[in-house]
């Protein structure tokens, strides 16, 4: 694995489909870019040319086709797959089978994915490793309820139980009456949700913060981390705004945790960028999962870290040899990020339609990842994010700054999206301050729904 080539397909859409594109471009790499019948019309000018047609709207015979996707690497002479972030880019059978079609997945290898996709197999992967988890056996649950209870009981409530399988379902369990329902009742999602009904159970972490490690690897064992990022902003387990470095990390505390996670990534193997996701919580870090892709709140660790982790990716998947010793080194001052979605301001649901007008902002230390222009009409078929919005400055409160007169200068005319939001959130004196927990945002929007105050 890890071999030279000089095309790669993009199997993904939006605004990841145009940053990797580019990224393509200033390797010298030629892109191939694919769209669904949603994508192509909603282009701002749609016409002759434009990206390879891969299927209908929905994503299910579009984006997530493999078979689709496989037959328009060999019919464009492709010979890497990038996948971006969703989709098929956390999927091993997809990364064996582009593998086994003799095209190099641009990410780590099928094996790696598969661990970390099963969360009990993670958490185990993590504890060999040395990295901090939230207390809790990485065992699945047994059977029996009391002994359930006894393990409840041994962790110390409150407890979550959740799902080998991935994020949903999850439960918390307050006290022992409650155990046997909740693991009645989260077993059965399980089954329905991911065809396996093995669950496990640790503490649940009243009012954590969510910070994670970026870490990037070669396929020749070098492996380092380049920066941690705060997403504790968050509606629904969404992430709304991201900034790196997280505020109030002590630098050592830092440099061990990453310096695990980059040991984590050499034992399973590893290969391109990842990142660890951990609760934050007292002084203390919690892994609970590891993202096997790009992120999409990766920008703000590429401003502060001074690394395009694109091309960086692109590197290790052609085989390059990691020069570790660039990374070295602490955050160069402060990054954030707002992702700008096509939503109604009050409800937050999805708000497709024609963008009449636009306008970003421009200058020092602002940057906008989109795919957007005047003319894009936003398709209901998939996620409603439109544009990034990243600033960079020196200190966290100039970036703050920066953001809210960058955020003024935005107009999106024609669409309805939750700019104001974030104007809000920018002006919200706990966030300002910094270290927010990641229930801060919704507890907010209960106190002011429409933010009179
Ligand atoms: P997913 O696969 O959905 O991302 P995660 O395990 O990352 O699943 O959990 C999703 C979210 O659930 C976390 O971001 C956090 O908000 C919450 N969560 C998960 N585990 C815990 C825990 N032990 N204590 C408190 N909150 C948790």
Redesign the pocket.
Known sequence: MGAPFTSVLIANRGEIAVRVERACLELGLRPVLIASEADRAGRATPGEGGPLAIGPSAPGRSYLNQAAILLAARVTGAEAVHPGYGFLSENADFAEAVEAAGLTFVGPPAAAIRIMGD?IAAKRAMMAAGVPC?PGPGEPLPEDAAAVRAIAEEIGYPV?V?AAG???G?RVVRESAEVADAIAITREEARRAFGRPELYM?????H?R?VEFQVLCDNHGNAVWVGHRDCSV?RR?QKVVEEAPAPGIAPALAERIGARCAEACRQIGYRGVGTF?F?YENGEF?F??MNTRLQVEHPVTEMTAGVDLVHEQLRAAQGAVLETARFAGEARGHAFECRINAEDPTTFVAAPGRIAAVHFPSGPGIRVDTHVSAGYRVSPYYDSLIAKLIVHAPTRADAIRRMQVALSATRIDGIATNLALHERIFADPDFVRGGVD?HHLEKRLREEPRGEA
């Open positions: 969360k939230v979550i959740k991935g994020g949903r999850m640790e503490k649940f972490l009243e954590p969510h968050q387990h996701e609760l919690y609970i999962e990641i």
